[in-house]
């Protein structure tokens, strides 16, 4: 574990020290609330308790306004004995009059200019795309998309030390990330000189709390490392360790099919999914997802997004056997069940908005979006301009409708696998005033009660494996992955990109919390995922699932029409997967051994990544992208010099020993002809 702490002393006034083999990165007060537009940076009389792993601050804030009395309960958790804190804060208003709450950070550092920065953009198909800086400018990161991963990704990165003459270079070796856990809108402001502050956006948010009253801040979560891939694996095993929910069934790692890419929704009925769960189940596959397509009226041209919320009729047009059918259907073939939902979803066409218009969103003044991001909801009304697209789930109305729906969809069909999707962006939410929150707060209410249904879905049907997406990757963060047991990266999984992706997803989950799908065939005529399936060699083919290998493994292939020989080698990747993977997958950390590919042929064109098991077990995956060189060798991190390991190529079971000090010396050699764009290999101690 990195010798880091955070600590404070009684007498400090309510600072709070971020601490790395005895060097201060950062003192200060490690909060900064607004009340009344008066700002707070500190309490009057703070009282503190604790120790390094629950640290403890209280009291009544200072300078506020004549007459407001706030108290402010501050808390910074070790997340599972690891260097990573989760930053929490509580307000209550102990005066005789209301206030209005309109920003409370629970994390503030003062840590100088002497670093560099990294960060995200994050836009549908654009998902991490990195942006690197330093901390002499100002950087400000949000959302106001109201989904945590539309506009940029809620993670930042500061790192120093290291040869040159950049920013840090020279200084003690240290890195600090920083990760906002809330789905809605966030910001973390660093400012020129090292004040970084993060936490819910104060962007049109306001909460109004009566005497005696609490709200409670989203929490931020502090990682502090010798370097960025030290903090990127100690927060991936906090977060595998004390964070994501999981169960027996998550964690056999079940392999998923996914009806959507080839099918969409025009092409696919129960006939369509018999026969693909049929050869998915003859594959060694144990999931078969019925993604959109399945609800609203019985028409087989119906479009999915306009029928969103009306999760209680189904299209016999396409189903005629109904749900129950299908599910058994499904079981019949051999194979789990699986459903899509885009439960908070309302489409335009949705009989739902009349028959539940207490649970509706409404921004009521019809204010336009933000410009700082491009508006992606689906189907909304040009007739109302206050329509979200949305339940509120601020209401009990919205919660009442997503839990019934949800619990009622895995009742019917028996689904054990539920992929939760949200093609939403709410900007600053919902602005009803009716419903169970105030004018300023509605995404914040909107979030506590996902969250709410979520762990109550959980509760009543713990047999399944709940996924979260979001057109794709753009609601990807720590606060829904407490109550969810993976991600879904991107709508797009074409290999160039879905690597990008995951070089930038490690610094925030571990593989067990991440899946996408192998690169998919396309029904649509997105470009980039353009691939000839009749001309694609079997190699080709090998490389687009080792690609999505290292982590949850699925595929949305037409199973029944793929090539006799893709077939096969889609079978020996199944198993390939199940036997040798998915055990280092459950327990395991993902540590990049290359720079990070980028789209459209930028980057590093020969990535390598390793997946690490806490018992010495690495598994090595290695691709050459377009424009791409063949790599000789990969450099394996973490190895014993004096120890003997055993090398496998997982693709053609050679296998031969080498020691730890050869392997981090010479490194592995990728051996092959050079048609061969992809290796598995696999490096164990001998026994």
Same mark, same amino acid.
């Given at each position: 574990?990195?010798?880091?702490?955070?600590?404070?002393?009684?007498?400090?006034?309510?600072?709070?020290?971020?601490?790395?083999?005895?060097?201060?990165?950062?003192?200060?007060?490690?909060?900064?609330?607004?009340?009344?537009?008066?700002?707070?940076?500190?309490?009057?009389?703070?009282?503190?308790?604790?120790?390094?792993?629950?640290?403890?601050?209280?009291?009544?804030?200072?300078?506020?306004?004549?007459?407001?009395?706030?108290?402010?309960?501050?808390?910074?958790?070790?997340?599972?004995?690891?260097?990573?804190?989760?930053?929490?804060?509580?307000?209550?208003?102990?005066?005789?009059?209301?206030?209005?709450?309109?920003?409370?950070?629970?994390?503030?550092?003062?840590?100088?200019?002497?670093?560099?920065?990294?960060?995200?953009?994050?836009?549908?198909?654009?998902?991490?795309?990195?942006?690197?800086?330093?901390?002499?400018?100002?950087?400000?990161?949000?959302?106001?998309?109201?989904?945590?991963?539309?506009?940029?990704?809620?993670?930042?990165?500061?790192?120093?030390?290291?040869?040159?003459?950049?920013?840090?270079?020279?200084?003690?070796?240290?890195?600090?990330?920083?990760?906002?856990?809330?789905?809605?809108?966030?910001?973390?402001?660093?400012?020129?000189?090292?004040?970084?502050?993060?936490?819910?956006?104060?962007?049109?948010? +306001?909460?109004?709390?009566?005497?005696?009253?609490?709200?409670?801040?989203?929490?931020?979560?502090?990682?502090?490392?010798?370097?960025?891939?030290?903090?990127?694996?100690?927060?991936?095993?906090?977060?595998?360790?004390?964070?994501?929910?999981?169960?027996?069934?998550?964690?056999?790692?079940?392999?998923?099919?996914?009806?959507?890419?080839?099918?969409?929704?025009?092409?696919?009925?129960?006939?369509?999914?018999?026969?693909?769960?049929?050869?998915?189940?003859?594959?060694?596959?144990?999931?078969?997802?019925?993604? +959109?397509?399945?609800?609203?009226?019985?028409?087989?041209?119906?479009?999915?997004?306009?029928?969103?919320?009306?999760?209680?009729?189904?299209?016999?047009?396409?189903?005629?056997?109904?749900?129950?059918?299908?599910?058994?259907?499904?079981?019949?073939?051999?194979?789990?069940?699986?459903?899509?939902?885009?439960?908070?979803?309302?489409?335009?066409?949705?009989?739902?908005?009349?028959?539940?218009?207490?649970?509706?969103?409404?921004?009521?003044?019809?204010?336009?979006?933000?410009?700082?991001?491009?508006?992606?909801?689906?189907?909304?009304?040009?007739?109302?301009?206050?329509?979200?697209?949305?339940?509120?789930?601020?209401?009990?109305?919205?919660?009442?409708?997503?839990?019934?729906?949800?619990?009622?969809?895995?009742?019917?069909?028996?689904?054990?696998?539920?992929?939760?999707?949200?093609?939403?962006?709410?900007?600053?939410?919902?602005?009803?005033?009716?419903?169970?929150?105030?004018?300023?707060?509605?995404?914040?209410?909107?979030?506590?009660?996902?969250?709410?249904?979520?762990?109550?879905?959980?509760?009543?049907?713990?047999?399944?494996?709940?996924?979260?997406?979001?057109?794709?990757?753009?609601?990807?963060?720590?606060?829904? +992955?407490?109550?969810?047991?993976?991600?879904?990266?991107?709508?797009?999984?074409?290999?160039?990109?879905?690597?990008?992706?995951?070089?930038?997803?490690?610094?925030?989950?571990?593989?067990?919390?991440?899946?996408?799908?192998?690169?998919?065939?396309?029904?649509?005529?997105?470009?980039?995922?353009?691939?000839?399936?009749?001309?694609?060699?079997?190699?080709?083919?090998?490389?687009?699932?080792?690609?999505?290998?290292?982590?949850?493994?699925?595929?949305?292939?037409?199973?029944?029409?793929?090539?006799?020989?893709?077939?096969?080698?889609?079978?020996?990747?199944?198993?390939?997967?199940?036997?040798?993977?998915?055990?280092?997958?459950?327990?395991?950390?993902?540590?990049?051994?290359?720079?990070?590919?980028?789209?459209?042929?930028?980057?590093?064109?020969?990535?390598?990544?390793?997946?690490?098991?806490?018992?010495?077990?690495?598994?090595?995956?290695?691709?050459?992208?377009?424009?791409?060189?063949?790599?000789?060798?990969?450099?394996?991190?973490?190895?014993?010099?004096?120890?003997?390991?055993?090398?496998?190529?997982?693709?053609?079971?050679?296998?031969?020993?080498?020691?730890?000090?050869?392997?981090?010396?010479?490194?592995?050699?990728?051996?092959?002809?050079?048609?061969?764009?992809?290796?598995?290999?696999?490096?164990?101690?001998?026994?």
């Amino acid at each position: 574990m990195t010798d880091a702490l955070l600590r404070t002393r009684p007498d400090s006034g309510g600072r709070v020290s971020v601490v790395l083999a005895d060097t201060i990165l950062s003192d200060c007060a490690p909060l900064v609330v607004e009340v009344d537009r008066r700002v707070s940076h500190a309490w009057a009389t703070p009282v503190v308790s604790g120790d390094a792993d629950l640290l403890t601050i209280e009291g009544a804030l200072d300078g506020l306004a004549d007459g407001a009395s706030v108290h402010a309960a501050w808390s910074a958790r070790r997340v599972a004995d690891q260097p990573v804190w989760e930053c929490a804060m509580v307000l209550r208003n102990d005066g005789e009059h209301p206030v209005t709450i309109t920003r409370m950070d629970p994390l503030v550092l003062d840590a100088g200019s002497a670093w560099r920065t990294h960060s995200y953009r994050s836009a549908w198909g654009d998902e991490f795309r990195p942006i690197a800086g330093h901390a002499g400018h100002h950087l400000v990161l949000e959302s106001r998309a109201g989904r945590s991963s539309h506009g940029m990704i809620p993670w930042l990165g500061l790192e120093r030390g290291g040869t040159g003459t950049g920013p840090g270079a020279g200084e003690p070796p240290a890195a600090i990330t920083i990760a906002p856990a809330y789905s809605g809108n966030w910001h973390i402001h660093a400012m020129a000189g090292g004040f970084v502050s993060a936490g819910i956006s104060p962007w049109q948010f +306001a909460v109004e709390l009566a005497p005696g009253e609490s709200v409670t801040a989203p929490s931020v979560v502090l990682t502090v490392a010798t370097d960025l891939d030290a903090a990127a694996v100690a927060l991936q095993r906090a977060v595998a360790a004390d964070w994501l929910p999981r169960t027996e069934f998550t964690d056999s790692v079940p392999v998923e099919w996914n009806h959507w890419w080839p099918y969409e929704d025009q092409e696919v009925d129960e006939g369509v999914i018999a026969e693909n769960a049929r050869v998915a189940a003859d594959l060694g596959i144990e999931i078969a997802t019925v993604d +959109a397509g399945w609800f609203g009226t019985a028409d087989p041209t119906s479009v999915w997004s306009e029928q969103r919320g009306d999760w209680s009729s189904v299209n016999t047009a396409r189903f005629p056997s109904g749900l129950a059918a299908l599910g058994q259907s499904i079981r019949d073939a051999g194979v789990l069940p699986g459903m899509w939902i885009e439960a908070e979803a309302v489409g335009s066409h949705s009989l739902l908005r009349a028959a539940k218009p207490e649970a509706m969103a409404h921004t009521v003044e019809g204010r336009r979006p933000d410009p700082s991001y491009r508006v992606q909801t689906e189907s909304l009304d040009d007739d109302d301009p206050t329509f979200l697209g949305y339940v509120c789930m601020g209401s009990p109305a919205g919660r009442e409708h997503v839990l019934e729906s949800m619990s009622t969809l895995i009742t019917t069909t028996g689904a054990r696998w539920i992929k939760l999707d949200f093609n939403i962006d709410p900007d600053a939410g919902c602005t009803r005033t009716d419903h169970g929150h105030g004018a300023g707060d509605g995404l914040l209410r909107h979030y506590e009660g996902l969250y709410s249904v979520l762990d109550e879905v959980r509760a009543r049907h713990p047999e399944i494996m709940l996924e979260s997406c979001s057109s794709g990757g753009l609601r990807i963060d720590l606060g829904l +992955a407490r109550h969810v047991h993976g991600f879904f990266l991107s709508d797009p999984d074409f290999t160039e990109h879905h690597l990008e992706v995951l070089w930038g997803v490690r610094n925030l989950l571990p593989p067990i919390g991440i899946l996408h799908w192998s690169w998919s065939q396309w029904r649509g005529d997105f470009e980039p995922s353009y691939l000839d399936w009749a001309t694609l060699t079997p190699d080709e083919f090998d490389t687009t699932l080792r690609a999505a290998m290292l982590h949850r493994f699925g595929v949305s292939l037409r199973l029944p029409e793929l090539r006799p020989e893709l077939l096969e080698r889609l079978r020996v990747h199944v198993d390939l997967f199940q036997r040798e993977l998915a055990p280092l997958v459950r327990d395991g950390v993902l540590q990049p051994l290359t720079p990070t590919p980028e789209r459209g042929g930028f980057g590093e064109r020969a990535p390598i990544m390793q997946l690490s098991h806490p018992d010495g077990r690495v598994i090595v995956g290695a691709f050459v992208l377009p424009g791409g060189a063949r790599p000789s060798v990969a450099h394996v991190r973490g190895l014993d010099p004096d120890a003997t390991y055993t090398v496998s190529n997982l693709a053609t079971g050679d296998a031969w020993n080498s020691s730890g000090a050869e392997l981090l010396d010479i490194g592995l050699a990728l051996l092959g002809d050079d048609a061969i764009t992809s290796w598995l290999l696999k490096v164990s101690p001998a026994l």
